[in-house]
């Protein structure tokens, strides 16, 4: 950062002290918060809010592909589809799906399939319904959050879970996962999904002005940011399978416990 | 376990673990619903984590349905084709049966298919040959097999079907007794049930969704049991 930038945002601002819009430190997560198993007819669902974002995530398959000419003989299919609900944002907006939909559909399915093994499920396909009930910015990184947690309840076979955040440049300064005010007034927005375990970017996006140490400190601040996503990740999955009432501590009698192995229709 | 075991296992028995998670660091065989990366270990899905001597596999939590060879299941005839029905049996490819596996006698070119099954008929019946590749093929010729006519169909997450059935089979054999209904276990989560009176069948949803529910806790025969008990005392 240069001095000269630093001098014009104290000008600005009356206060002495820089602040984000919403109080938060260059480095802070918005407040998160993610939920699997919210859709009981679906074969896994998640629910997220990441901010004022909320997204609701049903996944569907692996089932047959319909119409059939789009699947594939070796190895099955991930069809994503990203929709904005009508009142996910001031002014109303269409309910048809527009370029912008396709686009971040594409890119979610892109972002999520190197954690699948797809080849598994020749001739299927597996459906990723998200619907963004508010959005917030960043929709498409909160998505794909809520769609690794979605399909990790639809007990689909994954790699690894895939954690998504953005970082930008606000007021010359790095962020770390932008709102929708600073997305709109910043100079620059660089979502990442990223595999945690395997340690791989499966989404680098950038969008306005940056100089090449900028962009580069960006990455890895969301990257810093996808760690703590997968964190409530996990933990989202854990919580669904949380203590019984009733039931007795699992470290207690694992003799007794009848095993999936050994459980045989008489 | 030996020492060195210990230092590799990353986890205890039946601990909780997400896709992705290291199991384990070394040379061992990998078990059910796991992967091998760079010589490492890894879960593929949520489940409990299960240690043996030579091996390491996750008890899936969740799952969709993988057909095997001489599974049964309850499927529904969803199309009819050339000399073949075709049947959902809730897997990611639909089923197989052709007049030969439905019949077990010889048959004229002009054979009416739909006097056996027609669409919309449930069948209990055995796979019998499966591809990768492939779809399934069912038989519904022996015992217990065939076209469904009365009863209903519940469904469950298929990878919580081993705890419907229990060790040798000891919580099937607890249900039937307490409930006094027919129950067919279908391997891809449907399980039709047939009971005397409406009860009795309210029974078995109820104790079935307890199931579901509890089925990665410890003791669960035992609570099942009580819980059983507690409805019928409630309803004297």
């Known amino acids: 950062m240069s001095k000269t930038t630093k001098k014009k945002t104290t000008k600005r601002k009356t206060s002495k002290k820089w602040a984000r819009v919403d109080g938060r430190k260059p480095d802070e997560l918005r407040p998160l918060h993610i939920e699997s198993g919210v859709i009981p007819n679906a074969d896994g669902s998640a629910y997220i809010e990441m901010g004022r974002n909320k997204i609701i995530v049903g996944v569907y398959g692996p089932r047959e592909m319909h119409p059939k000419r789009l699947s594939k003989p070796n190895s099955g299919v991930l069809r994503c589809r990203y929709h904005m609900a009508p009142f996910s944002v001031d002014p109303r907006r269409s309910p048809a799906p527009s370029r912008r939909d396709q686009e971040i559909s594409m890119v979610i399915t892109d972002a999520i399939e190197p954690a699948l093994f797809l080849e598994r499920y020749p001739r299927s396909v597996i459906d990723v319904y998200a619907e963004i009930i508010e959005a917030d910015g960043g929709t498409r990184c909160a998505s794909i959050n809520a769609a690794a947690v979605a399909l990790a309840d639809a007990g689909i076979p994954m790699k690894d879970l895939v954690s998504s955040c953005a970082a930008g440049k606000y007021e010359g300064k790095i962020v770390l996962d932008l709102g929708d005010y600073e997305d709109k007034k910043g100079e620059s927005d660089v979502p990442v999904a990223y595999l945690p375990k395997i340690d791989q970017v499966t989404l680098l996006q950038m969008e306005g002005i940056m100089t090449q140490e900028e962009t580069e400190k960006c990455i890895e601040l969301a990257i810093e940011g996808c760690k703590q996503v997968y964190e409530a990740q996990k933990e989202a999955l854990k919580k669904k399978y949380g203590m019984v009432e009733g039931a007795e501590e699992k470290e207690e009698e694992p003799d007794e416990e009848e095993t999936v192995e050994e459980a045989e229709e008489e | ?236």
């Open chain 2, 1 to 236: 376990m030996t020492k060195e075991e210990k230092l590799s296992t990353k986890f205890e028995t039946r601990d909780i673990v997400v896709p992705g998670d290291l199991l384990y660091e070394g040379r061992i065989r990998t078990g059910e619903n796991t992967f091998r990366r760079e010589g490492n270990v890894y879960s593929n899905k949520v489940g409990l984590v299960s240690y043996s001597q030579d091996r390491v596999s996750v008890i899936a939590l969740e799952g969709t349905y993988t057909p095997l060879v001489g599974d049964l299941v309850v499927g529904m005839v969803i199309d009819i084709a050339l000399g073949q029905w075709v049947v959902d049996i809730n897997a990611s490819t639909d089923a197989i049966l052709t007049i030969t596996d439905a019949i077990n006698k010889s048959f004229r070119t002009n054979f009416d298919m739909t006097k056996v099954l027609d669409v919309g008929d449930v069948v209990v019946a055995k796979i019998v040959d499966l591809d990768r590749r492939r779809t399934p093929i069912l038989s519904i010729v022996g015992r217990e097999l065939g076209k469904v006519h009365e009863g209903f169909i519940l469904k469950i997450t298929p990878s919580k079907i081993p705890r419907l059935i229990g060790k040798k089979g000891s919580m099937i054999n607890m249900i039937l007794r307490e409930t006094r209904c027919q129950i067919t276990i279908g391997q891809n989560g449907r399980i039709l049930i047939n009971g005397r009176n409406r009860e009795d069948e309210e029974l078995v949803v109820k104790v079935v969704h307890k199931i579901e529910t509890e089925a990665h806790t410890s003791g669960l025969t035992n609570r099942i049991q009580e819980y059983l008990r507690e409805i019928k005392e409630d309803r004297k």
